[in-house]
T-cell receptor, first 113, second 113 residues
């Protein structure tokens, strides 16, 4: 059974700091890994998608890496801003006859002005 | 394309009543997923469709829950005889098959009183 873990559960940083969010998964049989952002009471916004054959993806100040063999991904946020405050979720799309996204519990990020 | 649309956004119901939620996926997406999310947790998989076929149901989904996707377009999720433990955010997502990016709606917040 695929399990996804996100560390830390919460993170508070001053504005302008670079930061790294971590995601690990137990089964390397995945199609892809996706990072999402969720604001309180809202749905999920897709940030980055990394296919299983890729090592990283970049979008603006965000960079996500994937090491499938070790079951790890990181989301790097450069020059953080108060508007980045949200919960960040990672999810893997499983293979093997059951194709569904399995999520971690998320990292709640607070960027202080 | 307006993205994934869910209706209603909020629903308050009395225990024992039936409720139905609707999801309109991104047009031409053949995959449609339903997830449930409680406070402080990541989304939990409920069920998914490939076109009109329901391919998998989670063991979390009791007999009180039923989902349909007639004609492979919009989907409905019905909960019969609601219980307080059903209070949660219900999220819908859609994608193409083959490990492509999943897009989520804004969710339906259910409160059972």
């Amino acid at each position: 059974k695929q399990e996804v873990t996100q560390i830390p559960a919460a993170l508070s940083v001053p504005e302008g700091e670079n930061l790294v969010l971590n995601c690990s998964f137990t089964d390397s049989a995945i199609y892809n890994l996706q990072w999402f952002r969720q604001d309180p009471g809202k749905g999920l916004t897709s940030l980055l998608l990394i296919q299983s054959s890729q090592r990283e993806q970049t979008s603006g100040r965000l960079n996500a890496s994937l090491d499938k063999s070790s079951g790890r991904s990181t989301l790097y946020i450069a020059a953080s801003q108060p508007g980045d405050s949200a919960t960040y979720l990672c999810a893997v799309l499983t293979q093997g006859g059951s194709e569904k996204l399995v999520f971690g519990k998320g990292t709640k990020l607070t960027v202080n002005p | 394309d307006t993205g994934v649309s869910q209706d209603p956004r909020h629903k308050i119901t009395k225990r024992g009543q039936n409720v139905t939620f609707r999801c309109d996926p991104i047009s031409e997406h053949n995959r449609l997923y339903w997830y449930r999310q409680t406070l402080g947790q990541g989304p939990e998989f409920l069920t998914y469709f490939q076109n009109e076929a329901q391919l998998e149901k989670s063991r979390l989904l009791s007999d009180r829950f039923s989902a349909e996707r007639p004609k492979g377009s919009f989907s409905t999720l019905e909960i019969q005889r609601t219980e307080q433990g059903d209070s949660a955010m219900y999220l819908c997502a859609s994608s193409y098959t083959g490990g492509t990016e999943a897009f989520f709606g804004q969710g339906t917040r259910l409160t059972v009183v």
